[in-house]
């Protein structure tokens, strides 16, 4: 704390405080400021905690075990540190390295003016948030989401109006979204692949946000971190090819699960050059700019576009295999179209709710999987599902399913009805 700086005290009204401030009034030190309290609390970290200290095999989380980060990767980045290249880059990011991400993505941006190097995807969507939402301003939110978007609404003093999508397949009804819109509405989040179902939105869907989003004057922010992962000869389709939305949408994307980096922080945001200006300045105040070395070593090693470097077809047989051993093992699953989760439903399996099923998986089975509660703003929307993350090793593959497989043939055993006081 600086020298002389106190903490702001806030004017209880009453008695009860930590001593009289002006005009006798109580007050009591100041517990933060009020976008802190908005922040959701993580519903992972528990479970996480109890999973590592049980040995569990990890399906909870989307850090990546599968693909391996890219040996060149590494490479490049200690040979960048050891050559020096230890201070500031450009706030905006290396002009090499938005050459080569702008070179693998539709119709290739200008890397000067339209591409923006983030600290991950995270600082990004909170750029495109704090760049695009004013306090009060209504942002939709497609339910389930990712945890991380109600933060940065948060922090930008928004306030999400959520659509849910519809089972089994999570599809988006289009009157639900048409229904959400208002004067109020200043932006509207989208993640296609989905985090946490695997759910892609198509041309049709895509052409209704623009009619909506020029009717109403809002902004698109649409994370597409798991562009790259798409299957069954689907083709990922971006807010900037729609030409309606190219003007008024900001994507967000990250390196993190695409090349397993996610402790690079690397990431980007890919909008027209008006917004673009706008997002930099944002961004400098933030974080000033990514990770130098890092920065100089992924535009080194140059792995981007599938002719580069394209793990979608293994993890196409990772989501098989994944969906393979979860309905075995007794659940009910829809398969995803893209990302890296499967949004597994419990109800065939069991009657308890999903934080107390995934509770009891980790300590009978040594199987962490995510509660859905974490994805919905209310929790009673994902006590019938858990997400299960398939970027893993083969070995935590195979671990897995012997340890479900087991856990599903004594859960389905016939229980004694002999107390224990009554064994011999």
Known sequence: MAAGHTPRLRDSGSGGGSGPGPGGHQVTPQAGADRVHRLPVGGLAGLLRQGAAAGAVNLAV????WP??????VEQACRSLREGTNQYETPEGSPVL?????AALPG???PATELTVTAGGSEGLCVALLASV?????VIVLEPFYENFLSAIAMAGGVPRFVPLRGPGWSLEPQDLIDA????TRALVLNSPSNP?????GRAELELVATLCQKWNTTVVSDEVYAGYVYDGARHLSVAEVPALADRSVVVGSLSKSHAVSGWRLGFLRAAPAWTDMLRRVHVATTGGAAAPLQHAAAAADLFGPARWDPAPEMQQRRDRAVSMLERAGFDCTVPQGGCYVMAGISGLTDEDSPDFARRLAAEAGVLVAPATSFFARAAGGLRHVRVAFNRESAELDAAQQRLETFARADRAPKSSVQPSERA
């Open 62 to 65: 989307g850090t990546p075990s």
């Open 68 to 73: 391996r980060t890219p040996p060149e990767l």
């Open 98 to 102: 938005r050459e080569r991400i702008a």
């Open 108 to 110: 290739r941006p200008d």
């Open 134 to 138: 004013d306090p009060g301003d209504e």
């Open 181 to 184: 819109f208002s004067v109020r």
């Open 197 to 201: 179902t695997g759910s892609l939105l």
